[in-house]
Each structure stands twice: as C-alpha cells, then as structure tokens.
T-cell receptor, first 113, second 113 residues
C-alpha cells in the first residue's frame, strides 16, 4: 500500500520555467522530508518540515507542509538543468521507537537547457 | 560529505550465487538502515539497527536475506541464494540528529541474471 502519493510522476520542462510537485497522503505525519536523488547516487536530504502550514525556502526551492500535516508541495522558481533529478518525499511518524519513514515513489524532473 | 561508503558499486551475478553487500559509515550515527530501490516499488526499508543491534527486520523479503552489524563502522547485507527478482539498487543509510535525518551511501546496483 502506497501511503504517500507523489505527482506528477514525470516532468520535463525548459530552463527558466517554474514548477510545483506534490506529495499527498491520507495519513497525518509528525514530519515530512524532501530528498533529491541524482542518477547513480543516493537520495540527499533537502529539507524537513514539522509544523502544519510551515513554509521553508532553500534558494529557489520553496517547501510547504499542509495545515493538516497530510500533504506537502515543492515549488521551484526559474528551474535550472542542475535541478534535474528524482524528488522524493518521506513522511515520519513519531511513534515510540518507530524509525520507519514512509516514502513516495518520486517525481522525476528533467530541466532542459 | 561522504558519510557512508558502500561496496561494491555494481555487482552482476548468476542466479543461485551468494551476494554480500558492504556498508561502512564513516562518522557518528545511532541508527543504520538498509533500503532497496526499484522503479516499481520505490524505496523499501529492509532492516535497521540501533547501536549495532537489529531492531526491525520485518522488511526483509525472505530468509534468503540476512544482515549483520558487528561494529559501529561496518554492516553487511547478504543474499543467499540470489534470484533475478532481487535485482535492484541497495542503499545503506545512517541517521544523525533528530527527525529521522538520513544520509545515504551511493548504493550498490545488483543484477542477478
């Protein structure tokens, strides 16, 4: 059962365009993380959001956690070829010693020069 | 920073052979995770350790899979015997700090023919 749905699955855009990708769930998470994975490498953490409604900015990337802590979005302004990669979201449950994250399948982004 | 070193980077083997994947966390951590990534199922947690002790191996698909962590600087994931459906990228990851902040290795691309 896929608890985290990411959309779109694939996205191909031109350099300079803006884009938004989404991460949705019916479950409430205590935290949500976004990772970027480049071909042949492991995922690299971009940001962690923990408060409903929270907005975090990382240069041209803006991350938002939904008010109900069930969904999140990632907006990229003026995309560059270096933004190309697989964007993964992962939700965490603060349940005792449970260290399992729930992962989405990712959005594969290609930014063409 | 290169917090986790995995070897080999690529492994091609024949069905029925034993495969051993290695993970060397370089710097401090309290948890170590083994993940498997495929296009269809995304990232799947196989097993994780806390202070070198296996905590949850419910993600290990079958008895053919086993993992050990003899010390804080080394862990192995073994598949015996290997099958073609085991073909995937296997990642080792460590946790530093709070909120499940994970640092991944570069992975081992396993192909079982």
């Amino acid at each position: 059962t896929q608890l985290l749905e990411q959309s779109p699955q694939f996205l191909s855009i031109q350099e300079g365009e803006n884009l938004t990708v989404y991460c949705n769930s019916s479950s409430v998470f205590s935290s949500l993380q976004w990772y970027r994975q480049e071909p042949g490498e492991g995922p690299v953490l971009l940001v962690t959001v923990v408060t409903g409604g929270e907005v975090k900015k990382l240069k041209r990337l803006t991350f938002q956690f939904g008010d109900a802590r069930k969904d999140s979005s990632l907006h990229i302004t003026a995309a560059q070829p270096g933004d190309t990669g697989l964007y993964l979201c992962a939700g965490g449950f603060n349940a005792g010693n449970n260290r399992k994250l729930i992962w989405g399948l990712g959005t594969s982004l290609a930014v063409n020069p | 920073d290169a917090g986790v070193i995995q070897s080999p980077r690529h492994e091609v083997t024949e069905m029925g052979q034993e495969v051993t994947l290695r993970c060397k966390p370089i710097s401090g951590h309290d948890y170590l995770f083994w993940y498997r990534q495929t296009m269809m199922r995304g990232l799947e947690l196989l097993i994780y350790f806390n202070n070198n002790v296996p905590i949850d191996d419910s993600g290990m698909p079958e008895d053919r899979f086993s993992a050990k962590m003899p010390n804080a600087s080394f862990s192995t994931l073994k598949i015996q015997p290997s099958e073609p459906r085991d073909s995937a990228v296997y990642f080792c990851a460590i946790r530093r700090g709070s909120w499940e902040k994970l640092f991944f290795g570069s992975g081992t691309q396993l192909s079982v023919l």
